[in-house]
Each structure stands twice: as C-alpha cells, then as structure tokens.
C-alpha cells in the first residue's frame, strides 16, 4: 500500500518501516487458538480400574560400599577383606544380571595404588557402576 505525501523530496522513495500490526494480529489469534486448546489437550479418558494387591518391584540396584582405610586397608559393606577375596566378590557381583552400584570411599591419606587397584579390580569383574563418596567441606 502507497500512501500519498506532499513531500516533493520522499515522494517516490519507498516506505522503509515495517508495518507491525498484522504480526501482531497474527500472534493474538495463535494465542487465541493455544488458550482454547491447551485444556483439550490434558483431558484422559476416566476408567475404573480393578483392585489387586501386589508386592511392588524394587527396581533399585543393589549397592556396595566399599572403603579404603589410610593404611590401605579393604573394607566390603563394613567387613574388612584382602585384595583377593574383594576381587572374587566383584567376580560375583559383576555376573548377576543387574550390575550393583559400587560406592568407594577412600580415606584422603591413602596412597592412590589402593584406590587405581580397586577401580581396576571392579572394571576387570564388568562392574561399570562406580561413584566416590566425599563428604562436603565445612562453611566458613
């Protein structure tokens, strides 16, 4: 659309500023639509479901926590075991069909050979599921 000016020097230039009403109308009318259907959108279909009691299923993988003293020391769940004994216990945890999750905690003085065997000792049984456990630093 040209609009007629009286201005002999812009008459024949183009006009140069976009015209925003019609995105604006644009963006109204889909915010219109989104407001109608949005409540559409959330409704389910209403069953009557029937009672059964059931045992449920813990899905939570068993967890291992496995300590390492400042003299190098193995500890399973609490239970101090050699190097050897650890790695047939990894053996047998890495063969079940859900992996256990293995939580290290290592004391901060220990040399880190103990730490890189266990970790090479548990990657060697399949077990992939291996966190370290830190406690959080004192707010000052």
Partial sequence: MAFASFDA????????EINM???IDVMLVLLV?????????????????????????????????FAI???GALFWNGEPVTRAAAQQRFA??????QQP??????????AYRFVA?????ASQAGLTKVGFVSEPEAAQ
């Fill in 33 to 65: 639509i989104f407001i109608v259907t949005a409540p559409l959108l959330t409704q389910a279909v209403k069953l009557e479901l029937p009672k059964a009691n059931a045992q449920a299923n813990d899905l939570r993988p068993e967890r291992i926590e």
């Fill in 69 to 71: 003293d400042a003299g």
């Fill in 21 to 23: 009403v019609p995105l």
């Fill in 92 to 97: 047998a945890a890495g063969s079940k069909p």
């Fill in 101 to 110: 999750e293995v939580h290290l905690r290592a004391d901060q003085n220990v």
């Fill in 9 to 16: 020097k812009h008459s024949g230039a183009p006009m140069s």
């Fill in 117 to 121: 065997q266990t970790l090479a000792d």
